[in-house]
């Protein structure tokens, strides 16, 4: 079974025309006789995002056994489109400077533009998604769409505040994060018209990785260097934002810890060495590898929702997607 990058890989060419047709699609749709529109679209998209989630729909709907068309296609490019006008509006809220290493919209084209732009690509998913004609489809992409508001919105509520619980910035995570990851899968078997067992071990598979991912980015915050994270470091830490490697490193640390972590987590007073010092008390309370160790069982979980499915190269690749959600730290 390929490891990291290469599942990617791996993913990618056993969908290769596939993704070529959804890149066209998503190309085409980004069109509009408002140049910024485009040109702002063609910014994010040149980012150089890997496509994980239209992928993840691609090889499920292969996996099921899909054959008939272009559905599949279409509705990856949906998903793209309401990953990416998320990426636009979370990096305002986060008033983030990079995205994937690169300037994001916002810092190049304004916070009005962004937002603006944002929401035509959420319109162009619904477009995508009335176009395909099923409702149980819509209904999925739909509802998912309003979990991922509803995270950010929980996330906001949440942020600078320490007595928040795992359950509950776990709920954070699977509405911003996974909730797309889980649709991304479950239309894969809905349009191969597969069981409702099917579709329901498809959508936890891709709730789990979701986790799983959000948690090894969480970790990534306080973990990786600028190159390798493509944001800058430490900007969870300066948002204040209640992660697992903050949430292990407060509830374990003594008070006098604790009162540094309020300091610089509830109010938001920190100094340029605080950083490095959360680190440090992250590494003494094992924190990074906690967080890391879940995500790893999370993706074992995720792995084990496949079961129900014969096997194929589909089924390896994504067995190894799961492995590569944790491995970008290992």
């Given at each position: ?8 890989t791996?993913?990618v060419?056993?969908v ?8 066209r699609?998503?190309?085409a749709?980004m069109d ?8 702002l679209?063609?910014h ?6 890997k496509?994980l ?8 709907a ?10 599949h ?6 998903v793209?489109f309401?990953?990416?006008a998320t990426?636009?509006?979370d990096d305002?809220?986060?008033?983030s400077?990079l995205?994937r ?10 916070n009005?533009?962004s937002?603006?732009v ?12 009335v ?10 992409l739909s ?5 991922i508001?509803e995270g950010?919105v929980?996330?906001l509520?949440?942020q600078?505040?320490l ?5 509950r910035?776990?709920?954070?995570i ?17 349009v191969?018209d597969r069981?409702?067992?099917?579709e ?10 979701g ?8 970790a990534?915050?306080?973990a990786a260097?600028q190159?390798?994270?493509?944001k ?5 830490f ?8 903050v949430?292990v ?9 604790r009162?540094?972590w309020?300091?610089?987590i509830?109010?938001?007073?920190q ?6 010092h ?9 924190a ?12 074992a979980?995720a ?11 589909f089924?390896t690749?994504?067995?190894?997607v799961a ?6 730290v290992r």
């Amino acid at each position: 079974m390929p490891d990291g990058e290469d599942a990617l890989t791996t993913l990618v060419g056993l969908v290769r025309e596939d993704l070529e047709v959804c890149n066209r699609t998503i190309v085409a749709n980004m069109d509009s006789p408002v140049a910024l529109i485009p040109q702002l679209a063609a910014h994010i998209v040149a980012a150089g995002g890997k496509r994980l989630r239209p992928l993840l729909t691609l090889a499920a709907a292969r996996m099921c056994g899909y054959a008939g068309g272009v559905r599949h296609v279409n509705l990856a490019a949906c998903v793209e489109f309401i990953h990416t006008a998320t990426l636009l509006h979370d990096d305002v809220v986060d008033e983030s400077a990079l995205r994937r290493g690169l300037a994001s919209a916002n810092a190049v084209f304004g916070n009005k533009a962004s937002v603006l732009v944002g929401d035509f690509l959420f319109a162009r998913a619904f477009e995508l998604m009335v176009a395909d004609g099923s409702l149980k489809v819509l209904g999925i992409l739909s509802r998912a769409s309003a979990t991922i508001s509803e995270g950010e919105v929980l996330q906001l509520v949440t942020q600078n505040d320490l007595s928040t619980s795992e359950e509950r910035y776990l709920d954070v995570i699977r509405g911003k994060t996974a909730a797309l990851f889980a649709a991304a899968c479950q239309i894969g078997a809905v349009v191969a018209d597969r069981p409702l067992s099917e579709e329901m071990a498809l959508a936890e598979y891709g709730m789990n990785i979701g986790i799983a991912f959000q948690l090894v980015d969480d970790a990534l915050d306080y973990a990786a260097d600028q190159a390798q994270l493509g944001k800058t470091v430490g900007d969870d830490f300066r948002e204040g934002k209640i992660t697992l490697p903050v949430l292990v490193a407060y509830t374990q640390g003594t008070a006098e810890e604790r009162s540094f972590w309020q300091r610089t987590i509830e109010e938001c007073q920190q100094t340029e060495a605080d950083l490095s010092h959360a680190m440090d008390l992250m590494a003494h309370h094992n924190a990074i590898r906690i967080t890391l160790d879940r995500a790893a069982h999370l993706a074992a979980e995720a792995q084990a929702k496949l079961s129900l499915f014969p096997d194929s190269p589909f089924k390896t690749s994504l067995m190894a997607v799961a492995d590569y959600t944790v491995s970008r730290v290992r």
